[in-house]
């Protein structure tokens, strides 16, 4: 491919259309299996799902925005179910099909419940908006009312009752740790009359982080803490905690959103886990002190649940979309119970994704995934390629099907997913690698990974494209401006002015550049020194940018102010926003412009013709040539 865009099956639609999201798996007291699933084709709306039947009418959409970026937005309790409401907030219980209110306050925000069966309450994660601060609540989901049980800490998450009823334990933190950085398990004692007392911290300090606790049937206490370094599981019983199993392997990923079940536990005590070492993603049992892999074709494992001798997890694949799947613990044997799309792709188009262990600038070692371009009717010399920095920073990019990888690839282009030093995945030092370097190491790994591949022979360096969102947004404009190594860049709702976000970002991440940059605002400077709107005259490439009306994480005046740089600058740029789309795009039509929009930018500015029907989408300062 040297001057045109291959013709492809993959339309920008069917990207749009298998965007489907499943997660948050529960399981009742009978063996019912629930989960939340968002359907572009609806507007981007969340329902819940029992054994695949939608439980709510089409007008509700659920969702919380505690921290923003929610997480489980349900509970399922006896033979009823609790869920926040995504356009009021409000918790609303479904009993026999009826739908009543429980709690509803325009300031309040709740996530990540779990239910007291000995004493009838619910325990939620509650954010209050209005005072800027966090606490976990009681909740009486008959008597609709509810009550502050802990206060004190800066953000809770995973309040979770043993299954006698006589305790809780929960997770806290406090600025200006995020929850990867520095947390806290407590346990709690839950008296008679289902008050609170006699609380201890059991895990967690400085430079520790706590995740997940599950209690098991015998009121043995699990959960995963990475004092190793790694996220590693442990139990606690009788006042003393062990290991279960500790390896140089993450079996946690960076608390963003509520909900995530990296592991479960069986009637017997023994452990169902997934990890990531050296790249891989593992799915193991853990018994009598032994692991024992379980070998299947899937390439990633999420909200693993557990009832009596079955396993249900979300399953991912390089070949295909991802599915719900039942294991059988005994035989290990697997049930597809449902897929996220129907639609296969066309093995002679799929480009299936190789890993990538590259040389940083300064000699240590960096990861990745590499599509090369596939199609059965073009052979590629050089290609462009497109190097995708994630989000987070701390996220970390998959090797799994993904219909927009395929979109480029089937087209042309080569994809690279890199996994810059900061990512998740690879325990707490990596991760760390980017403390006061964001905007520059990712930066510098992303030009490493692009001379990799060129000296490879893989690309075509000279039509190097570098695509990011939120925070990889911000890399986005780092490396266009600190380098020439990219031909253009893609930013969907990246962050350009960084003192801005210090000054207005929500709670939540209002203390994060502290360590990404420095302490705010005693390193102003720095702030500035690093913002892309601070050096117009460095803002030189393409750029062509996304934003969604309503993102609450990253205001839209983010992006305006680079489109307004390069605007009068001259420099050719594309500036699209969204009605009713906030941090992440959830609609369709929405997915689909934009691939669209990409598509024809990237063309236009690499010079090559495309070989389907387009709409023209408006390039500002583009030099036609003559």
């Not at 695949?52 to 923003?68: A, F, M, N, Q, Y």
């Not at 905007?439 to 490493?448: E, F």
Request: glycine share 8%; hydrophobic share 35%; aromatic share 12%.
């Amino acid at each position: 491919m040297n001057s045109s865009v291959w013709q492809s099956v993959v339309s920008a639609e069917s990207v749009a259309s298998n965007s489907i999201k499943l997660q948050y798996l529960s399981v009742d007291l009978r063996g019912n299996l629930y989960y939340q699933v968002r359907k572009p084709s609806e507007k981007g709306r969340t329902s819940i799902l029992k054994e695949g039947r939608d439980l709510l009418p089409k007008e509700i959409s659920i969702g919380t925005r505690v921290h923003e970026y929610g997480g489980v937005s349900y509970l399922v309790f006896e033979d009823k179910v609790i869920f926040s409401k995504g356009d009021d907030q409000g918790l609303y219980l479904l009993d026999k099909g009826e739908i009543s209110l429980v709690v509803q306050n325009s300031s309040m925000r709740y996530a990540d419940g779990d239910y007291d069966r000995l004493h009838k309450h619910l325990y939620f994660v509650r954010e209050d908006k209005s005072a800027c601060k966090s606490s976990i609540v009681c909740i009486d989901p008959i008597l609709k009312t509810e009550e502050i049980a802990i206060e004190g800490h800066s953000f809770y998450a995973s309040p979770r009752v043993s299954k006698d009823g006589k305790f809780l334990a929960f997770i806290a933190w406090d600025d200006p740790n995020m929850p990867w950085d520095s947390s806290y398990l407590y346990l709690y004692k839950i008296n008679d009359d289902g008050s609170l007392s006699d609380g201890i911290k059991i895990a967690g300090d400085k430079n520790i982080s706590c995740l997940e606790p599950k209690w098991s049937e015998n009121n043995t206490l699990f959960f995963i803490d990475d004092r190793t370094g790694y996220w590693n599981i442990y139990c606690y019983r009788d006042d003393k905690m062990t290991s279960v199993c500790e390896l140089e392997a993450e079996f946690g990923y960076p608390q963003w959103v509520f909900g995530l079940k990296t592991y479960a536990v069986t009637e017997k005590n023994e452990i169902i886990a997934t990890y990531v070492k050296d790249q891989k993603h593992c799915l193991s049992l853990f018994r009598e002190g032994k692991l024992e892999e379980i070998k299947t074709n899937y390439v990633s494992f999420d909200d693993l649940v557990i009832f009596k001798d079955t396993l249900y997890f979300v399953g991912g694949l390089v070949d295909s979309s991802p599915e719900l799947v039942k294991m059988d613990l005994d035989t290990f044997k697997t049930e597809i119970l449902f897929k996220t799309s129907e639609n296969t792709i066309d093995p002679d188009y799929l480009s299936t994704p190789e890993e990538l262990a590259f040389l940083g600038e300064d000699g240590e070692k960096v990861y990745g995934y590499f599509y090369s371009p596939k199609n059965p009717n073009y052979q590629a010399d050089k290609p462009p390629v497109i190097l995708r920095i994630h989000g987070g920073p701390t996220a970390k990019a998959m090797p799994l099907l993904n219909l927009e990888v395929q979109y480029w690839t089937s087209r042309g282009f080569a994809f690279a997913d890199v996994n810059y030093r900061g990512s998740s995945g690879f325990g707490r030092a990596y991760r760390e690698k980017l403390f006061g370097k964001w905007g520059q190491l990712d930066v510098k790994d992303a030009i490493s990974c692009i001379k990799h591949l060129s000296t490879m022979g893989k690309i075509d360096p000279a039509k190097a494209i570098i695509k990011g969102r939120s925070s990889g947004g911000f890399s986005v404009f780092s490396a266009i401006m600190n380098s020439d190594t990219f031909a253009i860049g893609s930013s969907y709702y990246g962050i350009g002015d960084l003192e801005a976000m210090a000054k207005d970002t929500h709670r939540f991440e209002k203390h994060y550049f502290d360590r990404l940059i420095a302490p705010y605002p005693k390193e102003k400077e720095e702030y500035i020194k690093r913002s892309p709107v601070s050096h117009a005259e460095k803002l030189r490439t393409p750029l062509v940018l996304f934003h969604g009306k309503e993102d609450r994480v990253v205001p839209i005046d983010q992006t305006e102010k680079i489109y307004q740089i390069l605007l009068e600058d001259k420099v050719p740029v594309s500036f699209t926003s969204f009605e009713g789309e906030g941090h992440g795009f959830r609609k369709g039509e929405t997915i689909c412009r934009a691939l669209q929009i990409e598509l024809y930018f990237f063309a236009k500015l690499l010079n090559l013709t495309l070989n389907e029907k387009m709409d023209a989408s408006q390039i500002d300062n583009l030099q036609e040539p003559k």
